[in-house]
C-alpha cells in the first residue's frame, strides 16, 4: 500500500525511517521490508475483517496461537483422518464391491504403520499451510456477498481438473523405472486395497507430501471462495478414501469412478489420475479392461 511504502527509505537498519516516497531512496534493508510486507498484511487482514467478519485474524500465524488452540487444531485434523478411515466405508456401504483380480496385503507392517502415522502428522501441516494460504490471498474470497458462479460451481471442477493434471506428471514420474523402486512401489505392494484411508495414507511420505501440496498448487491457480476450497480439501479425503476400498462408486457422466485407481493397482502403467482420467484419456494412459490381471513393475 501506499501508506506502506512511504515507509521505505534509504535510512540506516535500526533508525526510525521518515522519508517519503517523494525522496530519494535506495534498496531498504530487511527490517524496513519486513515493515513493508507486514503493512501489506495487515492491509489483507482489514479487509478480509470487512467482507468476512468470523476470520480470526491470527489463522494465518500459528505463532499467535495458544498451546490449547495448537493441540484443538491439530486434534481436529488426526480426528477428520480417523472419520475418514471409519465413516467413509460404512457411508458407502450399500455399494456393490468390485471383483478381487490380485493378492490383497493382508498384513501391515512396522514401516506400514510408520508412514501411515508421520503422513496424517503431516497432514497436520499441510491443512495449516491451506487455511494460511486461504486467508491471505486475494485469489480467496470469504464474504458470503462474494460468492459467484464462478467461484464456487465452476471452480470446483477446476481445482479437480487441474490438481490431476500436477498428479498425473508426479504420478507417470514416480513410474519412472530407477525411481519407482524407492518411492512408490512401497503403495503398489497392496495389489487389492480395502482399507480406504489406511491403504491411501500407506505411501512413502516423499510421495504424500508432494502429493498433498499439489491440491494447494491447485488452489493457487484457480481462483476460488473459501467455501469451494473447505470443499475440495473434504471431498480429496473422502475420494481418495474410496479410491482404496473396492467399493463399486461411481459419479455419473464420467466424473469419478473407483474402479479406475483400482485398476491402477493392478496395472500400474495406467489411470494415473487420482479423481479424473481427462489427462489419462488425452495421454493415452486410460484403460478399462476388466480382465486384466494383476502385474508389478
Known amino acids: 500500500s501506499g501508506a506502506a511504502l512511504s515507509r521505505v527509505s534509504s535510512a540506516p537498519c535500526g533508525q526510525p525511517v521518515q522519508a517519503s516516497c517523494a525522496q530519494p531512496s535506495h534498496i531498504p534493508c530487511f527490517p524496513v521490508m519486513a ?11 482489514a479487509a478480509n475483517a470487512t467482507s468476512a467478519p468470523f476470520i480470526p485474524d491470527t489463522l494465518h500465524d500459528y505463532r499467535t496461537w495458544s498451546w490449547a488452540q495448537c ?27 468390485l471383483g478381487v483380480k490380485g493378492k490383497h496385503l493382508d498384513e501391515l507392517t512396522t514401516k506400514d504403520w510408520a508412514f501411515i502415522t508421520f503422513n496424517r502428522l503431516t497432514g497436520i501441516t ?45 504420478h507417470r514420474l514416480l513410474h519412472v523405472r530407477g525411481l519407482y523402486g524407492w518411492i512408490h512401489k512401497h503403495h503398489h505392494r497392496q495389489v487389492v486395497p480395502t482399507r480406504g484411508n489406511l491403504d491411501a495414507m500407506n505411501v512413502h511420505p516423499v510421495e504424500f507430501i508432494v502429493g498433498e501440496y499439489l491440491h494447494l498448487a491447485a488452489m493457487m491457480v484457480v481462483p476460488c471462495h473459501a467455501i469451494t476450497c473447505a470443499v475440495f480439501i473434504i471431498s480429496l479425503g473422502v475420494l481418495t ?25 493392478r496395472v500400474p502403467q495406467s489411470n494415473y489420475g487420482q479423481y479424473t482420467m481427462l489427462w489419462d484419456h488425452l495421454w493415452g494412459s486410460y484403460r478399462d479392461d476388466d480382465g486384466a490381471v494383476a502385474k508389478d513393475e
Open 126 to 170: 499441510f491443512v495449516y499451510n491451506c487455511l494460511q494460504y486461504m486467508s491471505l490471498s486475494p485469489h480467496v474470497k470469504w464474504g458470503l456477498d462474494e460468492v459467484t458462479v464462478l467461484n464456487t460451481l465452476i471452480a470446483l471442477p477446476a481445482l479437480f481438473v487441474f490438481y490431476d493434471f500436477f498428479y498425473c506428471l508426479w
Open 35 to 45: 515493515d513493508v510486507l507486514r503493512a501489506s498484511l495487515s492491509a489483507r487482514l
Open 241 to 265: 478414501a474410496l479410491n482404496h476400498t473396492r467399493l463399486d462408486v461411481n459419479i455419473p457422466f464420467g466424473i469419478f469412478s473407483v474402479k479406475w485407481h483400482d485398476f491402477h493397482h
Open 71 to 97: 493441540c484443538t487444531f491439530a486434534f481436529v485434523v488426526l480426528l477428520g483422518y480417523d472419520l475418514l478411515h471409519r465413516f467413509v466405508p460404512v457411508l458407502f456401504a450399500a455399494a456393490p464391491k
